[in-house]
């Protein structure tokens, strides 16, 4: 799986502005938005709060 490295840029905002306090950001807790391509080649546009983007990634681990 390869993804973006920003949780902001595709949705026309700062990563910070996504990413809640405690891990660092504004706090603004604004939707964000990020690109993933998977192995078997398809791929995801997802768009959502900080903990959604997070799942997107971590889903996979789990399998």
């Not at 993933?36 to 080649?41: E, I, L, P, S, T």
């Not at 546009?45 to 997107?56: E, M, Q, S």
Request: hydrophobic residues 45%; neutral net charge.
């Amino acid at each position: 799986m390869m993804f973006c490295n920003s949780y902001g840029a595709h949705a026309a905002v700062r990563d910070a502005q996504v990413i809640p306090s405690a891990f660092g950001g504004t706090g603004e807790n604004l939707n964000g938005a990020t690109l993933a391509v998977f192995a078997d080649g398809h791929a995801k546009f997802k768009n959502g709060k900080f903990l959604d983007l997070v799942r997107l990634v971590l889903e996979p681990l789990n399998q």
